[in-house]
């Protein structure tokens, strides 16, 4: 009996039970972080875009401040004004979750009014990134911000 026990003690492994309950604590600890995890990358990204309209308002009011009107732009854009404004939100189009795009603000003229909007997971950017909660943002330059949802801006 003293042989039995001596040779359990030796080989120093785990039981299955043990092992199936570290395994439940992992899986619920997992279901638990998962969601939060989800939503902090989510809000990171939003984040992506929302600094990617401000700098971009940023730009088209130190043209319009030189030339007396804003420029549309988007990636279609071949005018060499509309060139100079970037239509991603990251540092590359494929690395980027936002498409962007400047008009004039529904009935002005560009001479008037500017309007971005930022389009997440769109065939040029990653099409696989959606944003279910605020979809696309929108800043103009009379600093009306909007989104496809609620409490979306900071």
């Known amino acids: 009996m003293k042989t039995r026990t001596k040779a359990k003690a030796l080989s120093g492994g785990f039981s299955l039970p043990e092992l199936m309950v570290v395994l439940l604590v992992i899986a619920i600890l997992a279901a638990v972080a998962y969601p939060s995890y989800r939503d902090a ?5 939003r984040a992506e875009g929302l600094a ?3 700098k971009l308002m940023e730009q088209q009011e130190r043209y ?5 009107h804003y420029v549309a732009f988007s990636a279609d854009a071949t005018e060499p004004e509309a ?3 970037k239509w991603y939100s990251g540092e590359a189009p494929a690395a980027s ?5 400047g008009r004039a603000c529904d009935g002005e003229s560009l001479r008037d009014c500017i309007a971005l909007s930022a389009y997440p997971g769109t065939a040029r950017v990653r099409a696989a990134y959606r ?5 696309t943002l ?3 330059s009379r600093g009306r ?3 496809d949802g609620a409490r979306c801006w900071p």
């Open 41 to 45: 990358v989510l809000k990171t990204r």
């Open 52 to 54: 990617a309209l401000a």
């Open 64 to 68: 319009y401040s030189v030339y007396g």
């Open 83 to 85: 060139q100079h404004f």
């Open 97 to 101: 979750f936002y498409e962007i795009e």
């Open 131 to 135: 944003d279910p909660r605020c979809g």
């Open 138 to 140: 929108a800043l103009d």
């Open 145 to 147: 911000r909007s989104a």
